[in-house]
């Protein structure tokens, strides 16, 4: 109800009867008028009327005896009244109306000059600004409370993303080393449930956004079959673990190409048969294709001979948080997000989601979306599933000559093997003396690139060997091998001119990192600096990239980024959300200092637009976590 036609609560504060009844009798004059005066003619009926704050207007006199209008008005305040308050004076003062504007009247009004209409006009326009201004502070209070959650989900999502990095990817890798059959089977259960929280995580972000009207699509041109044999290998083991039988199959040909959001078109179907999986204990679980040039619509009905669903639970399948009656789910639960999200991201998609269904007889969800394929070809349904399984470069390829010295063969051949798995030359010695003759012999125009001299030797040892390298100007990097590797042992490797330390029993990834460190990488091998504040991401996402070949270095802030960058590089890995600088900040800076095409990749907890990533100078995004998978996709991204 707007103030033109909702009655008016009004609070005077008159001390004066005669001026009570001319202002109620103005009041009843003004045609159209309904109001509803209250009279305090006192301080003490005053201030307990201000208290309960029960009026939407107070006019109020500026002579009230002991206390003027101006300090009760600023007392009302203290008293918690939240009206609007007129000032009423018996005579026209500039000065007086000065200071009841600046206690905080809206208006100023002679008494000898107040006629009907203009105390009309007073009232209403105080009561609407007044409804103005509470409906901006709301508006405020609610667009504050938006940047809040926003913010908040987005550091949400930085911080889950983050952990889930190294428990994925960790995963990963220890099934890309085991052959246990048992430890496989641990292993896919870490997985599979860490992408279960992944799952969520993204159902809360996505919702989230959908209600504030930030989640945006990006329709192109989308290739069917790969996207329909990606869906399938998802799901076929689910499928498989409860005996059901999943089928993909089409009405007739299919358009080899639509024109949709193939990431979002994914996530609606991969909710819909997820569902329709868990809630099937037996049978099977099919996806229809049938598309319709008359129509120019596609339909992808999902139909499941499961549990089925009562009419009555039909409508609240796509509210948020809503979940079926656990007398018709039993054990089975999600979080009540999946089908809420389907079907406003099919909206969003310019599409329909319907459901039929019955208990017990199953049920059929189907996503009708616009085709848009006039020129495209038609082809028949054949997914091409991929088995083969491509194990990653089991280390670095490098560039160099390295000497190891150990007195004991079998180390001497294990560490020589080792560096020889990345391509490096490799000469060996017996003692401290051999090398040094070895060293000789090449002289300081040829020396080794690197040197591994174990500690203990006859003849010569590695620390005086190191010592007399040193003496003699040896200007490139050495490494002690040694059992010892308390803190003092290892800064007394350091003081006599070693440049690492290298423990027994020996580590390969410890060798192949220090080989990385100071040798070049092979032109075939893509050289990466990821920039990450979290150590177990970083440690993480380094391996796999190692594993995949690639030459790593690490940062762990902004400035450590800046000192290592440099043109030798293909990449960086750019974490968005650094201690000391945000990454899209730090983008422009890392850009001047690579050649031209080199590629800044963008590591986030959040989706971030092409277009502030390009103004920024990145090239891509990737969205946290990155598994094996997404990092091969970075991989051929550089």
């Known amino acids: 109800m707007s103030p033109a036609n909702k009655k008016i609560n009004i609070l005077l504060i008159e001390d004066d009867e005669d001026d009570f009844i001319i202002t109620r009798d103005l009041l009843e004059d003004i045609e159209g008028g309904d109001y509803e005066l209250h009279w305090a003619p006192d301080l003490g009926l005053a201030r307990k009327a201000l208290a309960l704050n029960e009026h939407d207007i107070c006019l109020m006199d500026y002579s009230l005896g002991a206390v003027d209008g101006v300090t009760l008005?600023?007392?009302?305040?203290?008293?918690?009244?939240?009206?609007?308050?007129?000032?009423?004076?018996?005579?026209?003062?500039?000065?007086?109306?000065?200071?009841?504007?600046?206690?905080?009247?809206?208006?100023?009004?002679?008494?000898?000059?107040?006629?009907?209409?203009?105390?009309?006009r007073a009232v209403r326009y105080a009561v609407a600004r007044k409804q103005i201004e509470a409906e901006r502070v709301e508006r405020m209070r609610a667009e504050s409370a938006n940047q809040a959650k926003s913010k908040f989900l987005t550091h949400l999502s930085h911080e889950l993303r983050t952990p889930l990095t190294a428990i994925l990817g960790y995963a990963d890798l220890l099934l890309h080393e085991t052959q246990t059959p048992s430890s496989v089977e641990k292993l896919g259960i870490i997985k599979r449930n860490g992408n279960h929280l992944l799952s969520l995580l993204n159902d809360v972000l996505d919702l989230s956004k959908i209600e504030a009207g930030k989640l945006d699509v990006d329709k192109t041109e989308t290739y069917l079959t790969p996207l329909l044999t990606n869906l399938i290998e998802l799901l076929q083991v689910k499928a498989n673990d409860k005996d059901l039988t999943l089928a993909f199959v089409a009405t007739g040909k299919i358009p080899e190409q639509i024109t949709t959001d193939p990431l979002r078109l994914q996530q609606i179907l991969l909710n819909l048969l997820s569902n329709a999986i868990k809630f099937t204990n037996q049978g099977s679980v099919t996806l229809r294709i049938d598309p319709s040039p008359e129509e120019e619509i596609i339909r992808f009905t999902v139909i499941d001979t499961g549990i089925g669903i009562e009419k009555r639970q039909i409508n609240k399948l796509f509210q948020p948080f809503s979940q079926l009656h656990p007398s018709q789910v039993g054990q089975e639960s999600g979080s009540g997000l999946g089908l809420a999200i389907s079907a406003q991201l099919t909206q969003k998609l310019n599409g329909d989601l319907s459901v039929e269904s019955a208990l017990g007889e199953g049920s059929r969800f189907t996503v009708s979306l616009p085709m848009q394929a006039k020129n495209t070809h038609w082809v028949d349904l054949k997914l091409k599933h991929n088995t083969s399984y491509e194990a990653p470069t089991p280390a670095p390829q490098l560039q160099g000559r390295v000497l190891v010295a150990d007195d004991i063969p079998e180390i001497r051949a294990l560490v020589s093997q080792i560096i020889r798995m990345t391509g490096v030359h490799v000469d060996s010695a017996e003692d401290g003396q051999a090398a040094w003759d070895m060293i000789q012999q090449h002289g300081h125009d040829n020396p080794y690139d690197l040197i591994f001299l174990d500690v203990q030797m006859p003849r010569l040892t590695g620390p005086e060997l190191a010592q007399k390298l040193r003496a003699a100007d040896y200007p490139n990097p050495m490494v002690a091998l040694t059992a010892q590797t308390m803190d003092d042992q290892k800064q007394q490797c350091y003081d006599v001119g070693f440049n690492a330390h290298l423990g027994k029993p020996i580590d390969r990834d410890l060798v192949w990192q220090l080989l990385?460190?100071?040798?070049?990488?092979?032109?075939?091998?893509?050289?990466?600096?990821?920039?990450?504040?979290?150590?177990?991401?970083?440690?993480?996402?380094?391996?796999?990239?190692?594993?995949?070949?690639?030459?790593?270095?690490?940062?762990?802030?902004?400035?450590?980024?800046?000192?290592?960058?440099?043109?030798?590089?293909?990449?960086?890995?750019?974490?968005?959300?650094?201690?000391?600088?945000?990454?899209?900040?730090?983008?422009?800076?890392?850009?001047?200092?690579?050649?031209?095409?080199?590629?800044?990749?963008?590591?986030?907890?959040?989706?971030?637009?092409?277009?502030?990533?390009?103004?920024?100078?990145?090239?891509?995004?990737?969205?946290?976590?990155?598994?094996?998978?997404?990092?091969q996709a970075l991989m051929d991204a550089l």
């Open 73 to 120: 008005l600023k007392e009302a305040k203290t008293l918690g009244f939240t009206a609007p308050v007129i000032m009423l004076t018996g005579q026209d003062d500039t000065r007086l109306d000065t200071e009841a504007s600046q206690a905080g009247a809206v208006d100023y009004l002679v008494k000898s000059q107040l006629s009907a209409s203009r105390l009309a």
């Open 516 to 631: 990385k460190h100071y040798l070049k990488a092979k032109s075939n091998t893509k050289r990466v600096l990821i920039v990450e504040d979290d150590r177990d991401a970083l440690e993480v996402t380094s391996q796999i990239l190692e594993l995949l070949g690639a030459e790593v270095d690490c940062a762990s802030s902004a400035q450590e980024a800046l000192n290592k960058v440099n043109d030798s590089l293909d990449g960086i890995l750019l974490d968005i959300n650094l201690p000391d600088m945000r990454g899209d900040e730090l983008a422009p800076k890392l850009r001047s200092k690579l050649h031209d095409s080199a590629k800044i990749l963008a590591v986030s907890g959040e989706q971030l637009s092409k277009a502030d990533l390009f103004s920024c100078g990145f090239n891509d995004s990737f969205i946290k976590p990155l598994d094996m998978q997404k990092i």
